[in-house]
């Protein structure tokens, strides 16, 4: 009896989990010796100067840990504590604002580019200057010259999806076949209209897949931006622990970002299945 | 001292239990009751108590402007019944009230940024405890990532005033490392609570003469923990600058650094040197008091900005963080702070940590359990000469180039003559001038001479 590849692959995945998740497991086991202190002292002090404890916690602790705030993900313990639910909409909220204006921006600038030879080797060195700028290393700008945090981590989100999305639109628009657009002028379809319907459907696969890029980048950033400036969102939950050095809640937030970053990755990757076309 | 205490008060009852007139049914009340009558400042008293204590004085005044006949009459008829017949054709409940929000905020709801560390206590404790809301004010404490930050929301006027290392507002206000923007010091946070903890390792390395090429972290290069780390290796002979290597490091990652065996030790606020100790990896080699006692560590910071747009919220503020700042100094109440500011909505640290740091009854590191109440302290009076002091350091390690008017400087930041109204007002006794002189490590600093003091150091920055 054979099994279908799917299941097979699925096992694997499994073992190799279980794998690592024992070998985390044994790796983070308490020692147990640790020095002899009088119990007053041993009292003050923490589970890792006491019990040998490792100090990075091992499965079943962030296990626990992470049952404990899927329970309550939507608590809101004062500006400073709030659920994780809570901390991951700041932040796809913030995500999700910049990253449309970056949109709105970014498709009919790269449209102008993609059409006009003139227009692309004009902006060409500004966004061969801009494009290789780390999103962060705006962050102190931002906040300089905008004067509020928040509006800081927005522009940084549209400032790094920007050019993902500019760039593959300018490149699927400029590469639409030739002979596609001599048609249409033939017909004399003007250049609005031309552009909506023979360009744009041509060079969506294109664009969808710069703006499946774009939002990759801005969901990194989004995490480094928030542990920046703080407040909310998932990136200062991660801020917060650190600062109480809960390794435990770091990895989870860790494993949630990573969970939501594969979500908006799938969203975009459906979108662009659904605008391919068969040649 | 603490401003607040008032141990030499020659009328204060100390043998003596029971009441003396038998109106009252503690020693304790019949000696407010006596000393409010007195028109005397009434310390240890709840705010109500306070203000009623100076409403009633104001009354006294108003009555018998002779003090020879108030005392005449307070000796025919006894304190207490004077303070009944006096209620009865004054309304002195109504007035207190009056008093209590004397001039309504112009800003009722604010937003005060903080660092989470045991530094901000009375920040942090004012909201959770309702210091703010007894002032009329709604608080919005906002933890912040790091003092660049708080730096830079504050100036953008996100925040209304924050929580700031003692020498950021002098920094700021003269345009350190940030653009020039007058800032001010209402009131000083706390004092001493920090420490030099070493790695383990170390711990037969405690002369810093051997401490050579090492290497330190400080959270800030404009902080009390950066001058106090470099004075404390200079008079060990050390250069800050060329013999060790000093970096800024926020504090958690100090602890994790030091962890990683990534540096030899830091200089950082007493719950992050008590968290190494608590997670095994260091020992308190020594607390910053045993540099200055009494010295100032973080402040209270507010733009002049926001005193002339909001003087009343401003007033309101103060007078919040003083109180509050008078309640922490107060070793009974220290046990509520430590579980009050420790959720992760405000400091997010183990309760025992922030305990052992308030209480001041702490592992040492190394084995040993040590007792020591004033390990962190408050006091809310911005002495003129703290901020004289660290002048004279931007000074002598290069951040300030050319000449410095210590005095106009000083004054214009560290706001004492409001602090004194403030305090005034709320019965609290605050000192008669605002410069004092202090000895650092044995020598004595005095606040008229900071040019002479500055050229006194033979290790300082050659410019």
Redesign the interface.
Known sequence: MTLSLRLRAAIVSIALLAAFLGAWHLATRSSGTTAAMSPEYARLMGLTATQGKSAMPGPLDVGAKLWEHLKRPFYDNGPNDKGLGIQLAYSIGRVGLGYLIAVVVAIPLGFMIGMSPLISRALDPFIQVLKPISPLAWMPLALYTIKDSSISAIFVIFICSVWPMLLNTAFGVAGVRKEWINVARTLEVGTIRRAFTVILPAAAPTILTGMRISIGIAWLVIVAAEMLVGGTGIGYFVWNEWNNLSITNVIIAILLIGLVGMLLDQVLARFTRMVTFPE | MSTSDDPFDADRVLTRSGCACGWHRSAAEHEQAARTLRCEPVADLSEQKRYEGIVASAVMRAVFPRDVARRAFLKSVGAATALAALSQFFPLKTATEAFADAGPPEKKDLKVGFI?ITCATPIIMAAPLGFYAKQGLNV???????WA?IR??TI???YDAAHMLAPMPLAISLGLGANAIPFTVPAIENINGQGITLATKHKDRRDPKDWKGMKFAIPFDYSMHNYLLRYYLAEHGLDPDTDVQLRSVP??EM??NL?ADNIDGFLAPDNICQ?A????VGFLHILSKEIWDGHPCCSFAASREFITTAPNSFAALTRAIVDATGYAAKAENRKQIAEAIA????I???V?VLE?VLTGT??DGL???KTDPKRVDFDPFPWQSFAVWMLTQMKRWGQIKGDVDYKAVAEQVYLATDTKKVMAEMGLAPPATSYKSFSVMGKSFDPAKPDDYLASFKIRKSS
């Open positions: 989470p919005e404490v906002v933890k912040t990532a790091g930050v830079d929301k953008n006027k996100e504090p958690p602890v994790a962890r968290r100790i608590y997670d095994g959720p992760a909505n405000y997010n640290a183990p025992t052992q702490y592992a084995g040993g359990v």
